[in-house]
Every structure is written in structure tokens, then in C-alpha cells.
């Protein structure tokens, strides 16, 4: 199995920056995706920005030039730097990853638990 721990979400005010972690362990052989999702009360879970292993990335129009995502293959690692933050950014923010397990050849999507990210004077 694969567990995915997050960390680095809290209260910001707006304009402010947080930087949220995801590390990935378990019986992994590869992680070809790893990105991150939100969803704030009422609303579906949407994409935030995603990155394959080759280092491809692609974001959510609306965090397009404020978000940065990034990864560290050797530690299986995703990171999601958030500047310029917005209220309306405001929303429970969980980690995915689509894995190889080890022995394979198929993969399979895991879940963070999330972490808020409560933006707000």
C-alpha cells in the first residue's frame, strides 16, 4: 500500500505564501503523477496543478503565475509553492499520486488526508 502525508497548510492573510508538502511512501517501484486537488465548502474538488515524472507541469487557469508545483523523484515528494493568495483560495488542498507498486505492471491513484488553507485577514 501507499500512504501520502501532507503538510504545510494554516491561516494566511491575503497576499501572503504557504508552501505545501506531499511525501509518498509504501511498497512504490514509480510515481509517474503527482499533483494536488482542493475543495472548498460546497464546492467539487477541482484541479490545481499537476506534474509528471519527466517534470511536465500544468495548472489550473486560476493559479496560473501564482502556484508553482514541484517534485523530488529521490523522495518521492511533490511540492505546491502558493503566492499571492486570494480568499477566495480558501479550501481543504489534497495530494495525488499515481503509482507503480512494486512488482506491477499496473498503476493506481492514492490520496492525501488534506490540509486547510484558510486565507483571510
Known amino acids: 500500500q501507499v500512504q501520502l502525508v501532507e503538510s504545510g497548510g494554516g491561516l494566511v492573510q491575503p497576499g501572503g505564501s504557504l508552501r505545501l508538502s506531499c511525501a509518498a511512501s509504501?511498497?512504490?517501484?514509480?510515481?509517474?503523477?503527482m499533483g494536488w486537488s482542493r475543495q472548498a465548502p460546497g464546492k467539487q474538488r477541482e484541479l490545481v496543478a499537476n506534474?509528471?515524472?519527466?517534470?511536465?507541469?500544468n495548472y489550473a487557469d486560476s493559479v496560473k503565475g501564482r502556484f508553482t508545483i514541484s517534485r523530488d523523484n529521490a523522495k518521492n515528494t511533490v511540492y505546491l509553492q502558493m503566492n499571492s493568495l486570494k480568499p477566495e483560495d480558501t479550501a481543504v488542498y489534497y495530494c495525488?499520486?499515481?503509482?507503480?507498486?512494486?512488482?506491477?505492471?499496473?498503476?493506481?491513484?492514492?490520496w492525501g488526508q488534506g490540509t486547510q488553507v484558510t486565507v483571510s485577514s
Open positions: 506534474i509528471i515524472s519527466g517534470g511536465n507541469t
Open positions: 509504501g511498497s512504490i517501484s514509480s510515481i509517474n503523477t
Open positions: 495525488k499520486a499515481i503509482v507503480t507498486l512494486v512488482g506491477g505492471p499496473y498503476t493506481y491513484q492514492y
